[in-house]
């Protein structure tokens, strides 16, 4: 029997098959072809071959999971969509145009400082004239020694060059003391004088935006001076430099470009575009009005009850529930932080650029990829990066000081500067911000450490650390200490809760 | 003296500089060679060249987002880590293994009926033995025929192939009610004797997985016997089949491995592993128990207080607030869903393929990245898909009905076998598993046009579409409405909202 069978498929293969109709099967409107394709369809081998499943650590290939990326961002927006239903139930509409209380004072001081703190970038182009002057008169001295003869001319010079000298500290000392200045005027008055904590951060930003500038012009211009009065002492100035050389560069116009332009580095020349597309600076403008108001919204509507209602849980220091309010406050703060890093590093700044023709439009780079908090913080803020680099890092590393070192102490700069645009302007010089930007450097050490020592996982785990870091403890925690001091310090709410053991903390003030 | 300058940079760089030490500035542990290098620091050209920004347009190639991939999975697991803390708040420990409540009768009936399913494979091997002695007879009489003479040979054989069909047709109605029998019975067992929607629900599962298997091995029997009866008339049966020729086929070591293969599709041979790598085993089991764990852990903890307070929002058709419980409710119902779909078709069917050597480990794609419901529908589920592929589209396909018609008739199938899964366990045949199902039909096509029309786009907006009606209209609330037409039959909350305009609505039965 079996082998008739296998005669009989033996058959049907080496012969063509030949079809013929069977009335046993109802067929309607087919082909001969179609059928005899399907007619043994039920016995189709599905099962023909060994596969592993695709999730399988046996599976050549591991699948794509571009997919669940696509869920995630579902997830994510489904999620807190949800979040917004619950948030309007509980507390309806709290945007509100007209109710937004500042002090008259506020505007006055605030306009004031706006228009004073320019000046001292103007009071550093005075500086700069007479050093000008002394370095035309050094050099003048020079080339007379020169000329007199060859006999004495090593000692004229080294003596013109000596005379130079002492004048020298005397510029460095008047620059110094114009920067400081602004620094001290601008603080001291957002302190004792701006209420609100908003528009004394815009000053106290502005203010540290000029300091940054007066400094970089100043010492930008000490090195131009000085490769004009030693010229065989160093390496050439950067090509670029060529078409304005030095005391050419210290001219109104130039300072004027330099106050405006999109950085905070000076340089006598920069790359610049020929045009201006009009169309391109309306777009990101409209990016910007568009999302301030997304950042308002947020905060208003969603950050500000969250930070009103873990009040009390700060003030009782319950630490379950201050985790949980970080937590439900990290997404909104990430939110609006990542709203206005666009706004002003993608939009402002590029519509900025375009306007003054400035053509280095990296102001950030792809800090969202970093693998290690040092990554993260030379790529997202280019403008104060390159500040740093050029006239804190460099110059100490070349004056001999350890690498580490030098780094440490822009961090400690950079905290100093954090604490003064946060704390200053909430009237809470606590810390917080200071701690936060030195609390980076062990960090930097863990995430260099895993970035050396693993393949992807370490870059995947360091990439986890920094967000963690950045989005989780950093900003919503320091966001609620700050909030929380500055409720301590003025709110209403801290008079309920005047003996709480969190106030005794808060209390030394 | 700009010329002098000029030559005096000139000269800087075509002479090799010669170093001096100048005292003027603090020089300590340095070499001269560092001092030159960064002499000029200050005068660095940060921006030598345009550049454009990375987020921007003109950006020659859009950065990397890795990062933001990263975030996404962070802020779920952060999010739902504070809501587990609100939860937990809210609710405390809700999961108790002693608590459970299950009646006596639901565990007898539900033993009873996972011994007596499987009988009618037996039946329907019973039924193929005699279908054997027919075709051999059948087979016999043409080989008496075909020894007659060359003369009557074609009518005699064609008389013997008649005599045939008339039996065909009552081992098809056997195995037809056989395989329905085996529907009833159980179906009728869990409706009415069990209660416990569980047990219910393992009980209708294992029937429609035997039903299935009983309808393939009677299916491919047939297809194999004709094959044998009709050598002629078809294309050869798969090359695999060879080493186990049909009569062969039908002994009880060959049923007993369909009985227990990962597979809904009857062959009468299998791709087949040489060896059983028990730690392969213990790793899945483990894996299910695991994962089993984790689902009983959510659903109870979350789960449970979830549609229990929901039932109220229902009761009065408060739709913002039934919406917003089907968006929570979507999170932990999709986490529940892929955590089973991994514990059952990854390691559960996994861990039995290896037990029973079976090669072809293929129980599913990567759904996960489907552009179109159809690529789901295929992907998701390889064992059902297989079984419906083979022993329902094919065949229709082949006997002229229309390709579209006999995806609609699969999926009428899928969808009563759907509602037989969900309706007949929770004792609500209310047609939504069955629904939800026909509402495939249109979403197949929306998505199969947004497939064709754009590139990529369409590919993501396909498989959001996918996820969406998937984790978020489909599943949540389906469970939701099967939860809620339980509770109105059942559940103690039904009583108080007695007259609720919901009410009327379930009020049929």
Redesign the interface.
């Known amino acids: 029997?079996?082998s008739?069978?296998?005669g009989?498929?033996l058959?049907?293969?080496s012969?063509p098959?030949?079809?013929?109709v069977?009335t046993?099967?109802?067929?309607?409107?087919?082909t001969a072809q179609?059928?005899?394709?399907?007619?043994?369809?039920?016995?189709?081998?599905?099962?023909?071959?060994?596969?592993?499943?695709?999730?399988?650590q046996?599976a050549e290939k591991s699948?794509?999971?571009?997919?669940?990326?696509?869920?995630?961002?579902?997830?994510?927006i489904?999620?807190n969509?949800?979040l917004m239903?619950?948030n309007f139930?509980k507390y309806g509409v709290l945007i509100c145009i007209h109710c937004h209380d500042y002090k008259r004072q506020d505007v006055i001081y605030g306009l004031l400082l706006y228009l004073s703190v320019p000046l001292h970038l103007f009071v550093a182009f005075v500086i700069e004239l007479c050093a000008v002057q002394q370095a035309?008169g050094a050099?003048a001295r020079m080339?007379r020694a020169r000329d007199a003869g060859d006999n004495n001319t090593p000692e004229a010079i080294r003596k013109a060059q000596k005379a130079f000298?002492s004048t020298?500290r005397i510029i460095a000392l008047a620059h110094g003391i114009n920067a400081t200045m602004n620094l001290i005027i601008a603080t001291t008055v957002v302190y004792y004088y701006i209420h609100h904590p908003g528009i004394g951060t815009l000053c106290e930003l502005h203010a540290v935006i000029v300091w940054l500038k007066v400094c970089s012009y100043a010492?930008?211009n000490?090195?131009?001076r000085?490769?004009?009065l030693?010229?065989?002492?160093?390496?050439?100035?950067?090509e670029?430099?060529?078409s304005c050389?030095?005391?050419?560069n210290i001219n109104m116009r130039n300072l004027c470009y330099f106050w405006w332009a999109p950085?905070l580095?000076y340089?006598p020349v920069?790359?610049?575009?020929t045009t201006i597309r009009w169309d391109f600076v309306a777009k990101r403008l409209l990016e910007v009005v568009g999302l301030s108001i997304v950042i308002w919204i947020a905060s208003a509507q969603y950050a500000a009850p969250l930070l009103q209602n873990s009040l009390d849980k700060m003030f009782t220091l319950d630490f379950?529930s201050i985790?949980?309010r970080v937590?439900?406050l990290?997404?909104i703060s990430?939110f609006c932080w990542l709203c206005g890093f666009?706004a002003l590093?993608?939009s402002f700044?590029?519509a900025l650029a375009e306007v003054m023709k400035f053509?280095?439009?990296?102001?950030?780079?792809?800090?969202?990829?970093?693998s290690s908090i040092r990554g993260y913080w030379t790529t997202w803020n280019k403008p104060v990066t390159?500040f740093m680099?050029?006239?804190v890092y460099?110059?100490l590393?070349?004056?001999?000081v350890p690498p580490a070192l030098a780094q440490i102490i822009v961090f400690l700069l950079s905290g100093v500067l954090h604490e003064l645009l946060v704390g200053v302007p909430t009237h809470n010089i606590i810390g917080v911000a200071f701690a936060g930007m030195m609390f980076q450097i062990p960090l930097i050490l863990l995430t260099d450490t895993l970035q050396k020592m693993k393949g992807i996982r370490g870059k995947?785990a360091g990439?986890?650390i920094f967000?963690?870091s950045f989005?989780?403890v950093g900003q919503p925690l320091a966001a609620l200490l700050y909030f929380f001091a500055w409720q301590a310090k003025y709110g209403s709410v801290s008079k309920q809760y005047a003996e709480s053991p969190a106030m005794h903390l808060f209390r030394r003030r």
């Not at 098959?17 to 013929?20: D, E, L």
């Not at 920069?270 to 575009?273: G, V």
């Not at 280095?360 to 792809?366: K, N, S």
Request: hydrophobic letters at 35%.
């Open positions: 029997m079996a008739s069978f296998e009989a498929t058959r049907a293969r012969q098959p030949v079809y013929q069977k046993a099967e109802p067929v309607v409107n087919s179609r059928i005899r394709d399907t007619k043994y369809r039920h016995v189709f081998a599905t099962h023909s071959t060994s596969r592993s499943s695709p999730l399988s046996d699948p794509s999971f571009v997919g669940f990326r696509n869920l995630m961002v579902l997830v994510l489904v999620s969509l949800r239903i619950e139930r035309n050099l080339q000298n020298w010492f930008t000490r090195d131009l000085h490769a004009l030693h010229p065989n002492h160093a390496q050439p100035l950067p670029t430099y060529k050389p030095y005391p050419k950085t580095v340089q920069y790359p610049r575009t379950v985790i949980e937590m439900k990290s997404t990430l666009f590093f993608q700044l590029n053509g280095d439009r990296e102001f950030y780079g792809d800090w969202w990829n970093v390159n680099r050029r006239h460099s110059p590393v070349g004056r001999g995947v990439n986890m967000w963690i989005c989780l």
